[in-house]
């Protein structure tokens, strides 16, 4: 592998970890502090998960995203379809970390529903493009969009429990 083939791949690398880890950081920025005497305090719907098992599942989840669109990115730029599907991953993982912060830094679950819902479409179209492009690629996608409707459920559930 010539050095500026191993140059390219570090620079999709970093390309595809970037908005991901963005997400991931000011997510962590938004939760983290409104744990313990914001959302310990709500009324939790049925089957909410230990709070212990959401750090270790949205690693894993980020890790995918990151894969994911690492392959897309790594496609040959004329390849129809991947200016798009890059737009739409980003505008998802955008997505992402505004939902932390209008769920938890606003402490407002119905904001939280007005954007995890459309999160949730773009996720699935996300997945539709990138089958077309690559399926592993979809593949890798199918945990979070699975992760983000149940946490749709959750969020419905702590607006429904917790309005006042």
Not at 36 to 51: D, E, G, Q, S, V
């Amino acid at each position: 592998m010539s050095n500026s083939s191993r140059f390219l791949i570090v620079y999709d690398g970093l390309y595809a970890i970037t908005p991901v880890l963005l997400a991931a950081i000011l997510g962590n920025y938004a939760t983290l502090p409104n744990l313990a005497h914001w959302y310990a305090l709500l009324i939790r719907p049925p089957f909410t998960p230990p709070n212990w098992l959401f750090g270790p599942v949205w690693s894993l989840l980020y890790i995918l995203m990151a894969l994911s669109f690492f392959r897309i990115i790594r496609l040959d730029r004329i390849t129809p379809l991947r200016r798009f599907a890059i737009s739409i991953f980003l505008s998802q993982i955008l997505l992402n970390a505004c939902w932390s912060f209008a769920f938890f830094s606003a402490h407002n679950p119905f904001a939280g529903l007005l954007i995890i819902l459309p999160l949730e479409a773009l996720i699935l179209s996300n997945i539709i493009i990138f089958n077309k492009l690559d399926p592993i690629a979809a593949r890798c996608l199918w945990p979070y969009a699975a992760w983000v409707a149940y946490a749709s459920y959750l969020n419905f559930g702590f607006w429904l429990l917790n309005k006042s």
